[in-house]
């Protein structure tokens, strides 16, 4: 049986058990097993992992494993680039889009109120979830980390909190998003961009008390939704505040 040495970096330790957190550690195995494999052996999805060095030399993820070599795996790099290495993801996302699954429906609602690109369903089964991904290029954000293993994936990310307030701050800070948020410019059903619509061609949608105070509304360009800044626009402002001044809850 032969013998390679793994560290994994940073947030991929949370797939770890606590004994091989942060540290180097033996891997056993048999044959020539690609390196993907025994990542996702050891517990860690492969859509986690933005770099891996092999003895030093970055590698790609069919790289057959040997006795004696030394692995370190890293998480995904955003705000850092690598391009001069092995990067196993297909490019940097600077116009990210999401796909939720059926889990996440309060954090697929706020990353639309700040402004991303997010298809959630609350039926959506797992193989739907896939095949949007993989077609429309979305990250999949997910609390099934077993879902983040199916090979045909290439973007996902397994959320690790608990609460949507911390699942926004995560997701914003895993993928380096401060400078994207672009608060109330989608549809909060849908996820569809808002524009700007006359009074006069909305009016008979709009409540008689609303429309004889306020002049300003705009629509969703995919779902028709009208919005207006009533009375839930403050609440939804302290929302926005919340996820982005961290320590607030």
Known sequence: MSEATFRFYAELNDFLPPGRRGREFTYRFLGSP?????????????????????????????FRLRDGDRVAVYPMFESLDISPLTRLRPCPLRHPAFV??????????????????????????????VETSVREGRILLTRDRHLLKHGALTRGYWVRADRPVEQAREVIRRFDLLGLVRPFS?????GGRLAQVK????????PPRTAAWL????????CGKLYWRGTHYGRLRSLVFQVLSPGRE
């Open 34 to 62: 690609a390196v993907k494999d025994a990542i996702e052996a050891l517990g860690v999805p492969h859509v986690e992992v933005d770099l891996i060095l092999v003895n030093g030399e970055s590698v790609p993820f069919s």
């Open 215 to 222: 002049e300003e509304y705009v629509m969703c360009q995919r």
């Open 100 to 129: 939720a699954d059926v889990h996440l429906r309060k954090l697929a609602r706020i990353l639309r109120l700040l402004g991303f690109d997010v298809e959630f369903y609350p039926d959506a089964e797992d193989r739907w979830l």
């Open 199 to 206: 009074k006069e061609d909305v009016i008979e949608r709009i």
């Open 186 to 190: 989608r549809c909060l059903e849908c």
